[in-house]
């Protein structure tokens, strides 16, 4: 359905859909684009139908790797906006920690979300995760309790997991008719309507916008005195995020549902309050409801914060308004290679009209550049239009120097936006082509993989001469070693995963660096005092001028910080990255005529590792937050084996019949451990990991690791 009208910005709202792997993202966003006209067949993860899941390699494993971006459109039948039409934006993100990147982006763009929680499982741990992600960014949600039709479903169970996980004020809009076989419907606390749907099936073709369920004021007697009860408790709960409908709810005043429905909006806007909805979107159950929800309580570009950036030529706070004639700017979020159109920029336009043919400023890189197309995105599919307004999320060809995080702007109004972090990559593996022509295309085929994911990195070991790729996580690399064979026509030999290992210093220390060479004609000569002291975990890297009197000219101290930068990167140790830790140059000396940028260089290399040689070097090794779901009769045994894994147990929780053993355990430990769980629990038992920290390395293993390492560069 093709839809080129141009909408109000009160009439658009940009969301995303986040949750842990499995809790049912991908058919919630199935069924929105059903019911809202989008698509005329619901697409399913076993049969490899769905339209956001359009990649191969998420077609055969039945999971989201990449975000896809669409737009829909809806018509609310209750509340604030009923019968007013309304354009929504929507980026279904992966669940998969290995994909964190995705999320991260993802959000950092979007004016609001759906947490979609497992009814049977409550709050997991990638759940934790992408709500602080939403957090960070400030992101209003409301939250969709799924697969109440699940045997095990406990719909307080969630809500109290999400009081205690999250530490979300939730606001709970509706109760469930029945649970698990029996599920089927829900009552709206504020209008006391019971929503019932009817058998699982869809109907034969499209009936209005959506399968088909009756509205009845008839709640069912069992449940009467329980709809009152938490009536009366949201009423209370919204009541205290308004001062004005406080006092009349003190006061005993009968208190409007549009009232109620406003104080609440505004509550969810300003992350007062989270709504509650519960469904099963695979039995077609629950899915309007929210879809109204999402229009009537979440906020259009209009109700967020005006944007915040700085300006490059002044570096003074500068803000931008949602407004089509305001200055462009606009924030580049995500770079996908598309086989037909080529390089897409994806980005979110918070301010402004980007007309295509037209020429962007990227303030990022200090280059212009020309929007050849602009496209609305549906998944895979695209849609040409002429130009994109504030609010707006399109995708840009054309853009031939513009990366993830960049800044397009009005080259006359410069102005920086607020860049996307992404976590470092903890594992990685060595990569090498099987036949010369391999070798050529190899290089291109990372590049461009690296370009869409931020947290793929590149690096050569100039020592054996490998190409090292690094990541989140192994299923991370084995999609990017497959997309490399399927999409570039790329056969390489592959090493076994790598865990990524840093160093880093104990104590403080100081070091000298003389380079002084003499070959006829000019020579070298380079001389630095370094001083090395240790910074907390996660700070990384930090450089200090300490230089008085001119003991070093400015351009050589410049080459000095990039000996250390190059001498930091290649270790010294193992041949692992230093991290964690300040550099300060505080003396030297220089010749008016041999001294060089190389000279230098080589001193400072020289330097440091004089320094880091008094300073205790050691190993950093990557920890994993760990979480083992296995049936209770196994606890005794997973607890043992992790704990012979150097796991340190934070807790046991139940989950129906689960016992949830939440870990923390070095990645080291962790190769192989699917087969090894399996084997231990009959094949009952699975595990989920996501990168939490890093930790020194006991001092007996970095010896056994010290005596087996080939590394040249070691310290005595």
């Not at 005329?40 to 899941?53: A, F, Q, W």
């Not at 369920?213 to 709640?219: L, N, T």
């Not at 549906?378 to 002429?386: D, S, T």
């Amino acid at each position: 359905m093709k839809d080129t009208t141009s909408y109000e910005l009160d009439k658009i709202i940009n969301i995303g859909i986040i949750a842990h792997i499995d809790a049912g993202k991908t058919t919630t966003t199935e069924r929105i684009l059903f019911y809202t006209g989008k698509t005329h067949k619901i697409g399913d993860i076993d049969e490899g139908t769905t339209v956001m899941d359009w990649m191969a390699q998420e077609k055969e494993r039945g999971i989201t790797i990449v975000s896809a971006a669409t737009t829909a459109f809806w018509i609310p039948t209750d509340g604030l906006q009923k019968g007013i039409r309304h354009k929504v934006n929507i980026i279904d993100t992966p669940g998969h920690v290995d994909f964190t990147a995705e999320v991260e982006r993802s959000l950092r763009v979007l004016d609001g979300g759906i947490t979609v929680l497992d009814a049977e499982e409550g709050v997991q741990s990638q759940s934790e995760t992408v709500w602080r992600q939403a957090d960070k960014y400030k992101v209003p949600r409301i939250c969709f309790v799924n697969k109440m039709d699940k045997l095990g479903a406990d719909f307080f169970a969630t809500i109290k997991s999400i009081e205690d996980k999250l530490g979300a004020n939730p606001a709970i809009m509706v109760l469930p008719i029945g649970v698990e076989s029996s599920f089927r419907g829900i009552v709206d606390l504020l209008s006391k309507k019971a929503y019932i749907w009817g058998s699982d099936d869809l109907p034969a073709g499209r009936q209005g916008l959506g399968a088909k369920y009756e509205v009845s004021d008839e709640i069912p007697e069992e449940m009467k005195s329980q709809v009152e009860e938490y009536r009366h408790k949201l009423i209370e709960k919204i009541a205290e995020t308004d001062d004005k409908l406080l006092e009349k709810y003190l006061h005993n005043q009968e208190l409007s549902t549009g009232e109620l429905q406003e104080a609440l909006r505004r509550a969810v806007i300003s992350y007062k309050l989270v709504p509650i909805y519960a469904g099963s979107s695979l039995r077609n159950k629950g899915v309007q409801p929210l879809l109204d929800a999402v229009v009537n309580y979440l906020p259009s570009p209009l109700n967020v914060p005006d944007i915040l950036g700085i300006n490059p030529k002044t570096n003074a706070g500068e803000t931008r308004k949602a407004e089509e004639s305001a200055p462009i700017s606009a924030l580049a979020f995500k770079i996908q290679i598309d086989p037909h159109v080529g390089r897409l920029t994806y980005c979110r336009v918070y301010s402004g009209t980007i007309t295509s043919g037209s020429y962007i400023y990227n303030s990022t890189k200090n280059t212009t550049e020309r929007v050849g197309r602009i496209l609305l995105m549906h998944a895979n599919h695209r849609e040409e239009v002429k130009q994109a307004l504030a609010g707006e999320i399109v995708a840009l060809v054309g853009l031939k120097e513009t990366t993830t995080g960049d800044t397009l702007c009005d080259k006359d109004h410069p102005i920086v936006l607020e860049r996307i972090s992404f976590p470092e990559p903890v594992i990685s593996l060595a990569i090498e082509p099987k036949t010369k022509a391999d070798q050529e295309k190899l290089g291109f085929s990372l590049k461009r993989l690296s370009d869409e994911d931020p947290t793929f990195s590149i690096k050569i070991n100039h020592e054996t001469g490998q190409t090292i790729i690094s990541g989140m996580g192994e299923l991370q690399l084995e999609i990017m070693v497959d997309r490399m064979k399927r999409e570039f026509g790329v056969l390489a030999n592959v090493g076994a995963p790598q865990v990524a290992y840093k160093e880093t210093i104990k104590k403080l220390a100081e070091g000298e660096g003389k380079y002084i060479r003499q070959s006829g004609g000019r020579g070298q000569y380079g001389h630095c005092f370094l001083r090395v002291s240790p910074k907390p975990r996660g700070e990384g890297f930090e450089f200090v001028d300490a230089i008085r009197g001119g003991a070093i000219p400015a351009e050589f101290v410049a080459s000095v910080e990039k000996g250390v930068k190059e001498t930091m990167e290649n270790g010294i140790l193992l041949g692992y990255p230093m991290v964690d830790m300040e550099v300060t140059v505080y003396d030297g000396s220089y010749h008016d005529v041999d001294s060089s940028d190389i000279a230098f260089k080589i001193a400072a290399s020289q330097a440091l590792q004089a320094a880091v040689r008094k300073a205790d070097l050691t190993l950093l090794e990557p920890i994993m937050k760990t979480e083992v779901t296995t049936p209770s009769e196994f606890m005794g045994d997973v607890i043992g084996d992790l704990s012979a894994k150097r796991a340190q147990i934070l807790g046991t929780e139940e989950r129906g019949k689960a016992t949830v053993i939440l870990a923390t355990v070095p990645l080291s430990e962790l190769s192989g451990y699917a087969t090894t769980l399996r084997s231990m629990s009959q094949g009952r038992a699975s595990y989920y990991m996501e990168p939490s920290h890093y930790e020194e390395v006991p001092k007996n293993i970095q010896e056994q690791m010290l005596a087996k390492s080939t590394f040249t560069g070691r310290v005595a």
